[in-house]
């Protein structure tokens, strides 16, 4: 018998298979708010293969609930672990984020004990993904809109503002007022001590780091850089998701026949550098949480048809998960009383030569990325003597699975003689660090 002959056959039951399978794959379409809300409602009941939790951070100005997926490997919330999160939609009628995240969500849940990588993230961290951050201004956008401004802000009617324009500022006193949505994110970031995190947007294809705003708004055409101490990180940050993204890092929007303008050299630029505005949410990040965010523009056009989400998932898969992992690196540690190894919360961290303050979680623990090389990080809490360790990040270049390195310091109560605390009554040995790096799992709640 030929074989083409036995071919009808095989792809009428092909069909047939592929109409009913009791498919869980999610569609390249947009979600409207209410599938996407029973859409992350039934992932997380169906998903056993990975921790995961469906959470609300708060409502939109129009009662809309803001979802948040998040997932680990481990069953038991460990505190230890770094807080990765993404943001998107944050612009509503900048939709495609949206989409992305949610085939994110699938995307690691499938791909757990299959893709090392996506094992080594899941194992090592806890994600967290906000696919709407404004689905007001969302549900009165419309697809196919690549430009404009409809359906940006938050609130259909009444109190609207622009969210990317809504946080603290790090330069100048914030003049508008507080948005629901605004102190929703706020309030996340002071519950979770977040370590790296990207908001993602459209109109544009670049990866942007931080200062977006600037001390002293220049009033020429020619546009000046506000860098932040830990520059060399955020250009190694912004460039780790524009090298995986095939079109970002050769300055091509989406669509082949395009070019991003002005063009970006490596597909990444520092915020002020492109246009400086305040009340940012990567600076609020930044400088007022120590979490490392950066700002993706993902498609120069905002709100693309359906028929393009499958290319811009493609376009942006490696990029996600190559950012990641980033979390895993540079250095982490456990600040404790020298007496009883009490965990110390709310020490103030500084790796000396960055002028950036972060604190110590409730648990004492703390999270910063760093490149390559040898560092000193000087630790304060109150009631205790301040204190200098020094410690090196190694290269994690070609490792699937980072390692940063991880630090014990122990505090000495400020009470204690100088000279006894200078004698070294500490449980350590050497320079005060119990270990570096420790051994992997040393660390108790
Ligand atoms: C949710 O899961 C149920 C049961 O598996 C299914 O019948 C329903 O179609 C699913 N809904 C969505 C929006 O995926
Ligand atoms: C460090 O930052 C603080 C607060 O922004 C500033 O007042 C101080 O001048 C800075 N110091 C250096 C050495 O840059
Ligand atoms: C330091 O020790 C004194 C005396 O034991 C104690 O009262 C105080 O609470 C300790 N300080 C801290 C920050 O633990
Ligand atoms: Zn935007």
């Given at each position: 018998?030929?074989?083409?002959?036995v071919?009808?056959?095989?792809?009428?039951?092909?069909?047939?298979?592929v109409?009913?399978?009791p498919?869980?794959?999610?569609?390249?379409?947009?979600h409207?708010?209410?599938?996407?809300?029973?859409?992350?409602?039934?992932f997380?009941?169906?998903?056993?293969n990975i921790?995961?939790?469906?959470?609300?951070?708060?409502?939109?100005?129009?009662?809309?609930?803001?979802?948040?997926?998040?997932?680990s490997?481990?069953k038991?919330?460990r505190?230890?672990?770094?807080n990765?999160?993404?943001?998107?939609n944050?612009?509503g009628?900048?939709?495609?984020?949206?989409?992305?995240?949610?085939?994110?969500?699938?995307?690691?849940?499938d791909?757990y004990?299959?893709?090392?990588?996506?094992?080594c993230?899941?194992?090592?961290?806890r994600?967290?993904?906000?696919p709407?951050?404004n689905p007001?201004?969302?549900?009165?956008?419309?697809e196919?809109?690549?430009?404009?401004?409809?359906?940006?802000?938050?609130?259909?009617?009444?109190?609207?503002?622009?969210?990317?324009?809504?946080f603290?500022?790090?330069?100048?006193q914030?003049?508008?007022?507080?948005q629901p949505?605004?102190?929703?994110v706020?309030?996340?970031?002071?519950?979770?001590?977040?370590v790296l995190?990207?908001?993602?947007?459209?109109?544009?294809?670049?990866?942007n780091?931080?200062?977006?705003?600037?001390?002293?708004?220049?009033?020429?055409?020619?546009?000046?850089?506000?860098?932040?101490?830990?520059?060399?990180v955020?250009?190694h940050?912004?460039?780790?998701?524009?090298?995986?993204?095939?079109k970002?890092k050769?300055g091509?929007?989406?669509d082949d026949?395009?070019?991003?303008?002005?063009?970006?050299?490596?597909?990444i630029?520092?915020?002020?550098?492109?246009y400086?505005?305040?009340?940012?949410m990567?600076?609020?990040?930044?400088?007022?949480?120590?979490c490392?965010?950066?700002?993706?523009?993902?498609?120069?056009?905002?709100y693309?048809?359906?028929?393009?989400?499958e290319?811009?998932?493609e376009q942006?898969?490696q990029s996600?998960?190559s950012?990641?992992?980033?979390?895993l690196?540079g250095?982490?540690?456990?600040?404790l009383?020298?007496?009883?190894?009490?965990?110390i919360e709310?020490?103030?961290?500084?790796?000396?030569g960055?002028?950036?303050t972060?604190?110590?979680?409730?648990?004492g623990?703390f999270?910063?990325i760093?490149?390559?090389?040898?560092y000193q990080?000087?630790?304060?809490a109150?009631g205790?003597?301040?204190?200098?360790?020094t410690?090196e990040?190694?290269?994690?270049?070609?490792?699937?699975?980072?390692?940063n390195?991880?630090?014990?310091?122990f505090?000495?109560?400020?009470?204690t003689p100088?000279?006894?605390?200078?004698?070294g009554?500490?449980?350590?040995?050497?320079?005060?660090?119990?270990?570096?790096?420790c051994?992997?799992g040393?660390?108790?709640?």
């Open positions: 018998m030929h074989a083409l002959s071919m009808p056959v095989v792809l009428c039951l092909l069909i047939i298979f109409y009913f399978y498919s869980e794959c999610l569609d390249f379409k947009y409207n708010n209410k599938e996407m809300e029973r859409l992350m409602r039934n997380s009941l169906i998903t056993k921790h995961t939790s469906l959470y609300s951070i708060g409502r939109s100005t129009n009662g809309l609930p803001l979802w948040v997926m998040e997932f490997g481990s038991t919330a505190s230890d672990l770094p990765i999160k993404f943001v998107a944050i612009h009628n900048e939709a495609v984020g949206r989409e992305l995240l949610l085939h994110f969500m699938e995307y690691l849940r791909n004990d299959k893709d090392p990588s996506v094992s993230l899941l194992d090592n961290s994600i967290h993904l906000l709407s951050l007001d201004g969302f549900s009165i956008s419309t196919g809109q690549c430009v404009g401004e409809h359906g940006r802000l938050n609130g259909v009617k009444g109190n609207t503002e622009d969210l990317n324009r809504n603290p500022d790090y330069f100048h914030d003049l508008n007022p507080r949505e605004t102190e929703a706020m309030a996340w970031m002071d519950k979770i001590p977040f995190s990207a908001g993602l947007h459209g109109g544009a294809m670049v990866a780091y931080p200062f977006d705003s600037e001390k002293v708004t220049k009033s020429t055409p020619e546009k000046f850089p506000s860098l932040t101490p830990d520059n060399d955020f250009q940050l912004a460039r780790t998701y524009a090298r995986n993204h095939p970002m050769i091509l929007c989406e026949t395009k070019p991003q303008t002005p063009y970006f050299e490596d597909g630029t520092n915020g002020a550098a492109w400086s505005f305040t009340g940012g990567q600076d609020y990040n930044y400088f007022k949480k120590g490392m965010e950066i700002t993706l523009e993902i498609s120069c056009c905002k693309p048809l359906p028929q393009e989400l290319k811009l998932w942006n898969k996600l998960l950012y990641s992992l980033e979390a690196k250095v982490s540690g456990q600040i009383d020298s007496s009883d190894e009490r965990p709310n020490a103030n961290i500084e790796i000396i960055r002028n950036m972060f604190k110590s979680s409730q648990n623990y999270w910063r760093l490149l390559p090389g040898f990080l000087k630790v304060e109150v205790y003597y301040p204190k200098i360790v410690f990040v190694r290269d994690q270049t070609g490792i699937n699975c980072p390692k390195t991880k630090l014990r310091i505090l000495i109560n400020a009470t100088i000279s006894a605390a200078l004698q009554s500490e449980p350590t040995e050497g320079s005060g660090v119990s270990c570096t790096p051994v992997e040393a660390y108790t709640e």
